[in-house]
Each structure stands twice: as C-alpha cells, then as structure tokens.
C-alpha cells in the first residue's frame, strides 16, 4: 500500500505539473516555458477542448479498469498469433498517422541544410555517418516519387527525409510493443516463465501506450533530422538486453544493436556502461558464462568492424567520436559551461522544457520512480540495473550539456532519442514494484492521457508552419537566434525584405549572429555596398573561424572594395584548410598579382590549372599575367565567375 500511495501521488502531481504547465505556457509565460506553449498558438477554446477530452478520458479509462478488474475472468492464453499480427497492424496504421500528420517546416534541428545538402550529393557526416549514408540512398531511391514540376530539389529531398522517419517510425511501433512486454514481464513458476493473461495483455498495452505517447514520437511525424533511425536502433537494444537477460536472444543482438546506434550516432556511446552490464551478468553465472564469454568477444569484433566501416566510408573514427561526444557534454558548445551556468534560471528553465518537451513522463517520472525502487527493500534485479546504467548516463549528460550553437529549443533532438530510455527505466521501476496489477495499469494509463494532452499538441503546432513561426519568433533564446531563424526562413520563401528586416532584428540583438551578418554581407553585396559587406562578413568569420564560406565572402568583398592586399592572408588560411581547391588557388593568383607578385601570382595559377586541367580560365590568366592593366581585368572579367557558386 505504501509502494502504490507514493506512485499514486508521483503520478497525480506530474500531471498535474503538466497540465498547469500548458495552461500557463498558452497564457502568461508564453515565452518562458517553450516545452510546454503550443496550446498558446491555437484559438482558446482548443486548449478547453482538449482539457475537457483529457479529463474525460481519464476518468473513463480509470473506470473501464476498475471495472474490467473485478470482472476479469480466470487467466487464459492469448494466441501467439495475435501478439505477432497486431503489432504489425499497429505500424501499419503509425506509418498512415505520421505522414498524414508529417512536420511541415524546417525551423527544427538541420533539417534546412540537411535537405539543400542531399541533392548536391552529400552522403557523410563527421558524427553521424551511417544517418546520412541512409538518406542519401534514400534519397536517390525515392525522390522520383517527389519530383514535379516546379518542385525544387530541396523540396523533394526534404520529402524523402520525411518518408525515411516515416518508416522508421512504422518499425518503431512494433518494437515498442515488444519491449513493453519485456518491461512489465514477470516470473511465474517454476520455470520462471509467466503465461500471457488477460491481465498481463492489459498491462502490456498500458506500458506500450504510455512509449509510444511520449514527446519524443515526434521524430517519427516525417521529421527531417538524423536520430529518427537512431531511436529505433535505441528501441531495439532495449529490447534485445531485457529478452537476453531473460535467456531468449543472445547478447550478441544487443552488441549489433548498439554498434548500429553508434554508427547512425556518435552519442549512442552513452550505451557502453550499459552493454557492459549485460556482459558481466552473463558472466556471472556458471550457466551462461561460456556463451556470454563467445558474445563478448563477438562484441569486440564487431566494435572493430564499426571502426573499420566508419573508416571506409570517409575516414571517420569511433575513438574519435567517443572525445568529442566527451568534450561537447563536459565543456559545452557555444556558452558558458561553468558550474554557475549549469544552475542558472535559465539552464533551469531549459532543462525543465526540454524534459517536459521529450516527455513529459519520461525524465520527469524516471527519477522519482529509481529512486523509490532503489531504496525499496528489495532484490535488485539484472533488467533494472541494466535500464539505470542506460538511462543514468544519459540523464546527467543532457543536465550537463549548456546551451547549444542553435539554441536548445531548436536543438531538442538532440535529446529527444535519450528520453526514450528515461520512460523505458520508469515503467519497469513501477512494474516491478509489489502493486496491485490493476493500480499499475491505471497509473500508467493516467499518464498516458495525460502525454497524449501534451504531444498531441506538440504534433499538431508542427503541421503548420505559419503557427510554428509564430512559436519560434517567441522563444527564449539570446544572441539574436529567433530573429535570425525567422529571417532565414523568410529568405528560403522568397520573401526578401520581411527576411532582411528579421536579420536586422538579430544583429541589433546581438551584432555578433554570424548567420544574420553573413546574410546581410550578401544583401549589401548584392547592392554593391562592399564596404559594409567587409564589415558584416568580417564580423561572421571571427563568430565563426571555421565557415570557410564565411571567409571567401569575405575574400571577395575585400577584393571588390580593393583591398587586395587584406585578402591575400585570408585566401591563404582558406587553402591551408582545403589545399585542393581550384578557384582558391585562381583567386589567390589574381589577388597576387594585384599586390605586384607576379611570379607567385603565376605559381598559384598554375597550382589551379594543375588542379582543374579542363578549366582554360587558368591558362587565359597566367597568358595575360604581364599586361599593364591584368588585375583590374581578372577582377572585372574572371573574378565572379570564380567566386559565386
């Protein structure tokens, strides 16, 4: 009784901490609690409505349980069929679901360069490789599908993104289900092997509900992003860790599960202490040493083909990964990171969220229920101690991680696979807590509906771009972010004032945006204000050193405003970092012999016409390199058509 009170009020205050939540992110603090304001973006009386549908279905679900409780009839074998067929339906209605509900902007995560990218034929990725391999095949597989006439190449590879989530989302399902079954399964004889009740059906139904409710199915709506595979490779090591260490897969399942999670993202690494567990587990026990010693060391093999794959397909590199998914928690990415920082109103209104955004029951409800079960007088069983070496990690890096490049409102995603193993975590912590099977249900079910008030919005603000440009415009984000992602957006739709007044906004914000000064280098560019373009393209390579598309606009403005002689230190850090570049080498020989340096000037061009032998552009400026007026010929005849791609 003790066990089911605390889980009672646990699971009451979390619901009721999420719906107030929403109610005063729709109304008062609209800008401040940007994981839980979508309702604030609809007409009013859609948050009534939904408020109204959540508490009815509450108390109706609650009733039907009580009901079935005192009516269910002795025990009896469901059909083995029927848990294999439905499960597959279940993905087949999801995959109709998340399409037809598909997010249908790209305002979130990289899905903008992620979808101009593909169609120029990018396939890698420094920390996510095997993701981008995937689109890209993806991509060239189904883009017909797409194509139309007037349809741009973006547009299309941001469709094919969106079918890639899809079905990996329509696979998500059934897996989900399966893994409810391991999260809530109990020993029952003495075999240790429990019939598939009445009851127990229910109860599987409730813990799959609840996965499948969670924030964090966004990613399945056709989301156009890299972590939709990675969560289903997350889903599936769960799976196959719990059903090994109920003697039904071997662990080499979770080995391949896991080493698949790396490859599509480098963070899956947060895994290994957890993939560890299992093994020394195995190792344990007499009965199992020998084969968990053969699937141990298939694992280490199959870490070294990781590496070996990784390395094939463009030098990418698993120890690699490991430091900077390692430096990126530990020392941040574009903000203070100290401990300051991490206590911060606003980390602590970010964190709050995101978890909330992600959930809501999945941080939210994991540590209230570790903490119960841990200190509970009671066996810690291998499935728990495995599902909190998985999700502790996790959990204390997004505490750690500060605020991102993008901002962490934009950035979500980030998180969003992670949440998974927090939900995953709670439920077996409530189900193998000693409860009455009918309490359990109607808990889970409370939190259920309740998830389904909050991503239910979360999806449906995400169906409409115009409802999700006002949403973004009012995030809580410093260095001028919104203004510029809304700029950005403007610019993409063709809408080329209202975007320069939006990038305007950011750098009166924040003058160091590097995005808007870049944007805004080009519209002055444009309007042959070199001077002023200078100025905003320097203001963007020192944000960031690392843009080289930064740096040669700064090249050409410099060279356009005759400054030939600034532009000369500039090309040359561009090709100390890309040496093999053509038009840098052509660029620089003609900048060479603006400042007098003939036979440098000649060098370089050679080096470019060494390196693109079919570009006679290369042989024509080295012939002209001893006219009187060759510099001023190279810029007004040669120069764009070496620096505007």
Excluded at 103 to 115: A, C, K, M, V
Excluded at 280 to 295: E, F, N, Q, S, Y
Excluded at 314 to 330: C, I, N
Excluded at 385 to 404: C, K, N, R
């Amino acid at each position: 009784m003790r066990a089911e009170r605390y889980y009672a009020v646990v699971v009451v205050a979390l619901s009721v901490v999420v719906v107030t939540s929403h109610v005063l992110g729709a109304t008062v603090l609209k800008g401040v609690l940007w994981g839980a304001h979508f309702y604030g973006f609809f007409p009013p009386i859609v948050l009534g409505v939904a408020l109204a549908t959540t508490v009815a279905a509450a108390l109706a679900i609650d009733a039907r349980l009580r009901r079935t409780a005192s009516l269910t009839p002795p025990a009896r074998d469901t059909a083995a069929a029927a848990r294999v067929v439905v499960p597959l339906v279940l993905g087949a209605l999801a995959f109709v679901v998340f399409w037809m509900f598909r997010i249908r902007h790209t305002l979130l995560g990289d899905s903008g360069p992620l979808s101009h990218n593909l169609p120029l034929g990018e396939q890698s990725h420094p920390r996510q490789p095997l993701s981008l391999v995937l689109h890209h095949h993806v991509y060239e597989w189904t883009r017909r599908l797409f194509e139309a006439p007037g349809r741009s190449p973006q547009e299309v590879a941001y469709d094919t993104v969106a079918l890639n989530s899809v079905v990996a989302g329509a696979l998500f399902v059934p897996v989900a289900i399966a893994l409810a079954r391991q999260l809530v399964w109990k020993p029952d004889g003495a075999d240790g092997r429990a019939g598939v009740t009445a009851g127990m059906v229910t109860s599987v139904t409730a813990a799959a509900a609840l996965l499948l409710a969670q924030g964090y199915m966004q990613l399945f709506f056709g989301y156009v992003e890299n972590y939709t595979w990675f969560a289903l490779a997350f889903v599936l090591f769960l799976w196959a860790g719990l059903a090994y260490l109920r003697g039904r897969v071997p662990l080499v399942l979770a080995s391949l599960a896991l080493a698949a999670a790396i490859g599509l993202n480098f963070s899956g690494l947060v895994l290994l202490p957890s993939l560890a567990v299992l093994a020394a587990w195995g190792i344990l026990w007499p009965a199992t040493r020998k084969a968990a010693l053969r699937d141990s060391l298939a694992t280490v093999v199959i870490v070294l083909g990781l590496q070996t794959g990784l390395a094939a397909l463009g030098g990418f590199s698993a120890t690699e990964g490991f430091r900077y998914m390692w430096d990126l928690v530990m020392r941040g990415e574009a903000t203070d990171h100290t401990l300051t920082y991490l206590v911060s109103g606003a980390h602590l209104r970010d964190f709050f969220s995101f978890q909330l955004l992600m959930g809501p029951f999945a941080g939210f409800l994991f540590v209230p229920a570790m903490l119960h079960r841990l200190i509970a007088r009671r066996p810690r069983d291998a499935r728990l101690l495995f599902l909190l070496a998985a999700a502790l990690p996790a959990f204390a890096a997004s505490w750690l991680y500060g605020d991102s490049i993008q901002g962490i409102p934009r950035d979500w995603d980030l998180f969003a696979p992670f949440a998974l193993l927090y939900t995953a975590a709670a439920i077996h912590c409530i189900a193998s807590t000693p409860m009455s099977p009918t309490v359990t249900q109607r808990l889970l079910a409370l939190a259920t509906v309740v998830s389904l008030f909050h991503t239910g919005a979360w999806v449906a603000i995400n169906t409409s771009a115009g409802r999700s440009l006002e949403r973004y415009a009012t995030l809580p984000l410093s260095r001028g972010r919104p203004e510029m992602t809304v700029g950005y957006w403007y610019l993409t739709h063709g809408q080329k004032d209202r975007a320069r007044d939006w990038f305007e906004r950011s750098v009166a914000v924040y003058p160091g945006n590097n995005t808007a000064q870049y944007q805004l280098g080009l519209f002055a560019m444009d309007e042959g204000r070199y001077e002023e373009a200078v100025q905003r393209f320097g203001i963007a390579t020192r944000s960031r050193p690392d843009k080289t598309n930064y740096r040669f606009a700064l090249v050409d403005a410099l060279v356009l405003a005759r400054h030939p002689e600034a532009a000369a230190p500039e090309l040359e850090r561009l090709l100390t970092v890309e040496p093999g570049r053509a038009d840098y080498w052509g660029c620089y020989g003609i900048v060479l012999s603006g400042l007098g340096r003939a036979a440098d000037a000649r060098a370089a061009l050679e080096r470019a016409a060494a390196l693109a032998p079919g570009d006679a552009r290369f042989a024509k400026l080295i012939a002209r390199l001893g006219e009187p007026d060759a510099y001023a010929r190279a810029v007004r005849e040669d120069w764009d058509a070496l620096v505007v791609k």
